[in-house]
């Protein structure tokens, strides 16, 4: 059954990443596994990081007047590691340099879901109705699927400030 809070729909997101970061690991030999993985993952966290910035921390910031710091962390890690996935892209697939880039996208996002688990998230679920997390949970799932692999959003870096300015 589909998660009825926005939150959850993002935990569940976490997890997956969590769990195609280590088949990345166990596919190591094997280039053509790593090409394909990585090419739904990478495209899958830029989804992930632009229906965060386009449909929840502009409901968070409006729900917690106390969230703008959070906001501005989240903004500067979703930008290192859309960094970290252009870095890879620039190498060929299971190069020494390409790994490198691959555990710093990695090394990122795991800090970062692990701050959103620990702040954002649980401040939404204080913050909305559960009428609010199911509307932004159907938005939420409706952007990934309109957007899947990448299509049609930015990857873009954003800058924190200015994307308060324009949420707030
Ligand atoms: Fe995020
Ligand atoms: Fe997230």
Same mark, same amino acid.
């Given at each position: 059954m589909q998660p009825t809070r926005v939150t959850d729909? +993002?935990?569940? %997101? $976490? +997890?997956w990443f969590r769990s195609q970061f280590a088949a990345l690991q166990s596919a190591r030999d094997d280039p053509g596994s790593l090409t394909s993985l990585w090419a739904t993952l990478s495209a899958r966290l830029e989804v992930h990081a632009a229906?965060?910035?386009?449909?929840f921390y502009p409901r968070l910031l409006k729900?917690?007047?106390d969230s703008v710091d959070d906001?501005? %962390?989240? +903004?500067?890690? $979703?930008?290192?590691?859309? %960094?970290? +996935?252009r870095d890879a892209e620039g190498h060929p697939v299971s190069d020494d340099a390409w790994w490198k880039a691959v555990n710093a996208t990695e090394h990122a996002n795991t800090e970062h879901m692990d701050e959103e688990e620990k702040g954002p998230l649980i401040e939404f679920d204080d913050a909305a109705s559960s009428g609010e997390q199911e509307e932004l949970a159907s938005a939420f799932s409706a952007f990934e699927t309109e957007h899947a692999g990448a299509r049609g959003i930015s990857i873009e870096d954003k800058d924190p400030e200015g994307y308060i300015e324009a949420n707030s």
């Open positions: 729909l +993002i935990r569940l %997101d $976490h +997890i229906a965060e910035e386009t449909l729900d917690d007047s906001t501005k %962390d989240a +903004i500067r890690d $979703h930008n290192e590691i859309r %960094d970290a +996935i």
